[in-house]
């Protein structure tokens, strides 16, 4: 079955650089998440939407920004990059109405050097 | 906000034994989803169960089990004759309209 795709799966930028980050939810999903994972640290979430609309925010710096585009993909874009930013970044998709589960991508490390 | 609490941060066991891991919420929704997730090492977030908060039925697939108690707000984890491949960071978690908070997760080391 078709899972969350995610790209890229690595990634290095320098700081004070962009980067954007695709991911492509499962057919007919219709809530897309993003998560940042820190080393040794739990997910956290960063932002959803719902059928294209941002439905819940959580902690997402300013200078990172989401979208969900008409085909259902979503894209990261992160700015101004700093150190810190250096993760594993995780998208996630569900369909609303159905049991609840959130499947989750392989994720895409991001390295800021 | 919903809350997960894992408080095992590490747990080291040696192969064939059984291992728990606990996982205790809490919530203010009567509605409520609530997750296990398995992290090896190579990273991706593996699915391995979902339970709402109406279905108390305890659950177990091959070598894991589950054990729901709503009445003290547990989601346990048990691997039964556990094996080197089940060496990983295992996450609770917890989904609330769709919102969904991790615990801190457990580490398993599992000793040949």
């Known amino acids: 079955a078709a899972g969350v795709i995610q790209s890229p799966r690595h990634l290095i930028k320098e700081k004070r650089e962009t980067a954007t980050l695709k991911c492509y939810p499962i057919?007919?999903?219709?809530?897309v998440y993003w998560y940042q994972q820190g080393p040794g640290q739990d997910p956290q979430f960063l932002i959803s939407?719902?059928?294209?609309?941002?439905?819940d925010k959580g902690s997402i710096p300013d200078r990172f920004s989401a979208q969900q585009f008409s085909d259902y993909h979503s894209e990261l874009n992160m700015s101004s990059l700093e150190l810190g930013d250096s993760a594993l970044y995780f998208c996630a998709s569900s369909l609303e109405r159905a049991d609840g589960t959130i499947y989750f991508g392989e994720g895409s490390w991001l390295t800021v050097v | 906000a919903q809350k997960v609490t894992q408080a095992q941060t590490e747990i080291s066991v040696v192969e064939k034994e059984d291992v728990t891991l606990d996982c205790v919420y809490e919530?203010?929704?009567?509605?409520?989803?609530l997750f296990w997730y398995k992290q090896p090492p190579s990273g991706e977030l593996v699915f391995l169960i979902r339970r709402n908060s109406f279905d108390e039925q305890n659950e177990i697939s091959g070598r894991y089990s589950w054990n729901f108690q709503k009445s003290t707000s547990s989601f346990n984890f048990t691997i039964t004759a556990s094996q080197v491949v089940d060496s990983a960071v295992y996450f609770c978690a917890l989904s609330e309209d769709n919102d969904m908070r991790f615990g801190a997760g457990t580490r398993l080391t599992v000793k040949p």
């Open positions: 057919p007919r999903h219709d809530t």
């Open positions: 939407f719902y059928e294209k609309m941002q439905s």
């Open positions: 919530t203010r929704d009567t509605t409520y989803y």
